[in-house]
């Protein structure tokens, strides 16, 4: 059960980083560090 919880976490993570790959901007501006005025 555990292993299953951590292979789906991972494949989670893994399913963002190929949609940022292909040009994907879902979930982007959470994930960058922004100054005050809003630039990444």
């Known amino acids: 059960m555990r292993l299953l919880l ?3 976490i991972i494949a989670f993570a893994a399913a963002f980083h190929l ?4 040009g994907g901007r879902l979930g982007l501006s959470v994930s960058l ?3 005050p005025d809003g630039i990444p």
């Open 33 to 35: 560090p922004q100054r």
């Open 6 to 8: 951590a292979l789906g």
């Open 19 to 22: 949609h940022w790959a292909v």
